[in-house]
T-cell receptor
Framework: QQQVKQSPQSLIVQKGGISIINCAYENTAFDYFPWYQQFPGKGPALLIAIRPDVSEKKEGRFTISFNKSAKQFSLHIMDSQPGDSATYFCAAERETSGSRLTFGEGTQLTVNP | EAGVAQSPRYKIIEKRQSVAFWCNPISGHATLYWYQQILGQGPKLLIQFQNNGVVDDSQLPKDRFSAERLKGVDSTLKIQPAKLEDSAVYLC?????????????FGEGSRLTVL
């Protein structure tokens, strides 16, 4: 059962544009929603994360928007840069039970100069 | 601070052969994970250790995969015999403690090609 669905599969934006990646989850017990960034040949690295007690979290150019009723969350990258070109994974887990992190399928972002 | 170390980085084997991957987590991290990442997909958890005990191995194909974490530090993941569908990157990750932080620190992975 795919518990975290991510879209789009790939995304191309121009430098300075806004990149938006969406995720939907099924398990209402999930209480921790991170985004990981992965460059080719590297392991994923935590980018930003949110818990359901807030609807938005911003760190620099990266913002997570969270809609608990719709069971959806999204990553917004403002002023996208070529260096942001990477694969982005959303994930979810029930942190309080120490359960495993379930990843989405990933979005390959390309930012053209 | 040193990151998660994994070896080998690349391995090519024939089907039905065996292979082993090694992981050294960040010092002091109690929790260690092995993930399988098939090309074009997100990482899938194979096994989770808390110190040297197994917390979750529900998605580990136990007929061919095994893992251990002796002394609660280093870990090895073994595949025997390998199948074509085992071709993937095997990622090791660690975290301080699942109860205290959500951040996983990943190694660069071991890329396995099964011919």
């Amino acid at each position: 059962q795919q518990q975290v669905k991510q879209s789009p599969q790939s995304l191309i934006v121009q430098k300075g544009g806004i990149s938006i990646i969406n995720c939907a989850y099924e398990n209402t017990a999930f209480d921790y929603f991170p985004w990981y960034q992965q460059f080719p040949g590297k392991g994923p690295a935590l980018l930003i994360a949110i818990r359901p007690d807030v609807s938005e979290k911003k760190e620099g150019r990266f913002t997570i928007s969270f809609n608990k009723s719709a069971k959806q969350f999204s990553l917004h990258i403002m002023d996208s840069q070529p260096g942001d070109s990477a694969t982005y994974f959303c994930a979810a887990e029930r942190e309080t039970s120490g359960s495993r992190l379930t990843f989405g399928e990933g979005t390959q972002l390309t930012v053209n100069p | 601070e040193a990151g998660v170390a994994q070896s080998p980085r690349y391995k090519i084997i024939e089907k039905r052969q065996s292979v082993a991957f090694w992981c050294n987590p960040i010092s002091g991290h109690a929790t260690l994970y092995w993930y399988q990442q098939i090309l074009g997909q997100g990482p899938k958890l194979l096994i989770q250790f808390q110190n040297n005990g197994v917390v979750d191995d529900s998605q580990l194909p136990k007929d061919r995969f095994s893992a251990e974490r002796l002394k609660g530090v280093d870990s090895t993941l073994k595949i025997q015999p390998a199948k074509l569908e085992d071709s993937a990157v095997y990622l090791c990750a660690s975290s301080l403690d699942r109860a205290n932080t959500g951040e996983l620190f990943f190694g660069e992975g071991s890329r396995l090609t099964v011919l």
